[in-house]
């Protein structure tokens, strides 16, 4: 890294870590307070770094709320993980430089009326924000669809919170939650469905008999899984969006 691009990046804004919790093996929130304004549509992702080190994350909370909500996967450095070691170490009360704005196009869009979120582990994000924006708003006329894919139960992270806003707003929120590792240990008990996300979508689509000109498909998430679904669902002519949190070959 140059001397200029250094002492740009040492210009950038701090955000400081307000709460930190640890919530899966490998899996983590984080609440940041920026120290300058900072706004977002749902959907949007922040990008924040350390010592130069520089990752985008798509933010689960909503506009309204005083802190930035993270939801991140510490990549081990084995696996190639560069910052989130970092962040994996740090403390509440330690800072991360944030660029000033958020960006992305991959948002809510209100011209559809059902919402179908599918996300594997930390892609469950965005749709998070777009869920809890929906409820503030006390919006009116939107079904969202969330389908959440993960190898185990425990890697879900807002289930709980997903479950009961599905059971207090069933006319605007459904969530199915699949594990596709059904005979793992950490899958015990495990009475949900089952599968990758990506080979269900199409069938529950059917079951819920919605209309292709006023449902958008959002995915986020692993590569394999977007790919797949865009696939199947672009063939048949249905609206489809998505956010690659990384590349195929990476
Ligand atoms: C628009 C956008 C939004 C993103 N939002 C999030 C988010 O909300 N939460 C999040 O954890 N990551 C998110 N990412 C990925 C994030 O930017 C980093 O790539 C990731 O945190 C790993 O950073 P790293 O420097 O440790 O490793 P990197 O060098 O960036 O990546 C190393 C490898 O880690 C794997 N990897 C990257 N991201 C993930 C992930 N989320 N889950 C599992 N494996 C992964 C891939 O195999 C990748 O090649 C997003 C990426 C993009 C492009
Ligand atoms: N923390 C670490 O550093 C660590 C540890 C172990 C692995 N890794 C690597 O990090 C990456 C992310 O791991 P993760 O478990 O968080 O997320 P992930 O591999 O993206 O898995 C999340 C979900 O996506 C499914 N999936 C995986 N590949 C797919 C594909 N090509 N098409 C459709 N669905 C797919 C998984 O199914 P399955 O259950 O069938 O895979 C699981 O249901 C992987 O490449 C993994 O090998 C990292």
């Keep these: 890294m140059t001397e200029k691009q250094l002492d740009r990046l040492a210009k ?40 130069g080190i520089e990752r985008p994350y798509s933010i689960a909370s909503a506009p309204h709320e005083s802190m930035v909500e993270l939801f991140i996967e510490h990549v081990l450095p084995e696996h190639g993980g560069k910052l989130t070691p970092l ?21 809510f869009q209100p011209q ?18 777009m869920v809890r924006n929906a409820i503030h708003e006390k919006m009116r006329g939107h ?21 009961r806003l599905s059971e207090n707003y069933p006319e605007m929120i459904t969530f199915i939650p699949t594990v596709s590792r059904p005979q793992a240990e950490r899958n015990m008990g495990w009475n949900g469905a089952t599968g990758r996300v990506n080979t269900l979508v199409e069938d529950y689509l059917a079951k819920w008999s ?3 000109e006023d449902t958008l498909i959002y995915l986020c998430g692993n590569p394999g899984m977007i790919e797949d679904v865009t696939e199947k669902l672009k063939a048949k002519d249905w609206h489809v969006d ?4 990384w590349k195929e070959d990476e």
């Design 112 to 129: 559809y009326h059902n919402h179908v979120l599918v996300g594997t582990v930390t892609g469950v994000a965005p749709f998070v924000s």
């Design 210 to 212: 919605l209309p292709k």
């Design 87 to 107: 962040l994996w170490a740090q403390h509440v009360g330690e800072s991360v430089s944030m660029r000033p704005r958020a960006k992305g196009i991959f948002v």
């Design 12 to 51: 950038l804004p701090k955000a400081w870590i307000a709460k930190k919790q640890e919530v899966a093996e490998d899996l983590f929130l984080i609440w940041l307070r920026p120290e300058v304004p900072f706004t977002f549509k749902p959907g949007q992702y922040i990008t924040i770094g350390t010592v």
């Design 143 to 163: 079904h969202f669809f969330v389908m959440e894919g993960a190898s185990h139960q425990d890697e879900f992270v807002y289930d709980a919170e997903l479950e």
């Design 242 to 245: 998505s956010e690659r949190f």
